[in-house]
């Protein structure tokens, strides 16, 4: 597991912009590689796929996908994470909405937003019996 934060201005008022008039992050976001289950609805049938998070922050996630999950499908997803001297993982669950899929110029993946409904919160009904 890796965790570092990205700092940045905080935003100014609704709609701040920066530097080449991208909007300012609403949140923090923190690098964070973890596997990530995301279900969902595609074509009449539940699909389950899983990913890596790239970075996470109370707002969403963005993730690393070899399968392609259109943008404004809404979604539910488990995040897995597991620490160096952890012994059982920590479950992280939330629901959101695709916003953004890009395709990667390297390789046949995917990176995917995911903007998220409510915060992301802790599943502790997954973790194993002690």
Do not use: W
Not at 61 to 81: D, G, K, Q, R, Y
Not at 87 to 94: D, E, F, N, R
Not at 105 to 114: C, H, K, N, P
Request: glycine share 8%.
């Amino acid at each position: 597991m890796k965790i570092s934060s990205h700092f940045g201005k905080a935003p100014i008022g609704h709609g701040g912009q920066g530097m080449g008039n991208r909007p300012e992050r609403k949140h923090r976001r923190f690098r964070l590689e973890c596997p990530v289950c995301v279900k969902f609805q595609a074509t009449n049938c539940a699909t389950e796929v899983e990913t890596i998070s790239r970075n996470v922050s109370i707002g969403g996630l963005l993730l690393n996908s070899a399968a392609m999950i259109p943008e404004h499908t809404p979604v539910n997803f488990i995040l897995s994470v597991l620490g160096e001297q952890a012994v059982h993982p920590i479950y992280l669950a939330g629901e959101g909405k695709v916003v953004r899929v890009e395709h990667s110029q390297i390789d046949a993946t995917f990176a995917i937003a995911v903007e998220c409904e409510t915060p992301i919160m802790h599943l502790e009904e997954h973790l194993p019996p002690a």
